[in-house]
């Protein structure tokens, strides 16, 4: 039997990590309490995010968003604009929860961010280099 186990380059095993959903925070206004978000698609222009259908948020406002990459470690910090929310509803046991996905494009992201953006995705087997 072989062994199917992926290793780096010195033969050791990695660990391998999903790539979603990352924990984000989105920062209103000061005095505000922060969103709790889930990320669940990234892309160098912008993310899609799970939040509680209790939050608003509101097309066209720009928020401050702070979430570390798995498994790289990398901290990105940015405003990002609503583009577009949409409403959900996921049954869950016999229960309907609702939520909201929305979808948050980058404003004026430091090249550092971009790139540790750009090779998570192609990391994440997400993007081709």
């Not at 979430?67 to 509803?89: C, D, R």
Request: hydrophobic share 40%; net charge positive.
């Amino acid at each position: 039997m072989s062994d199917t186990k992926a290793k780096n380059s010195s033969g050791a095993a990695v660990k391998k990590v999903a790539p979603y959903p990352i924990e984000t925070q989105i920062t209103r206004q000061a005095g505000q309490a922060p969103i709790k978000a889930q990320i669940l698609k990234l892309t160098e222009i912008g993310f899609m995010a799970q939040i509680d259908a209790s939050q608003y948020c509101k097309v066209g406002d720009t928020y401050e968003v702070s979430f570390v990459l798995p498994a790289l470690g990398e901290t990105i910090q940015g405003a990002a604009k609503v583009i577009k929310i949409y409403a959900s509803v996921a049954v869950k046991g016999s229960q309907a929860v609702k939520f909201k996905t929305v979808e948050m494009h980058f404003r004026n992201l430091s090249a550092p961010c971009r790139s540790h953006i750009d090779n998570y995705l192609v990391q994440s087997g997400q993007k081709k280099k």
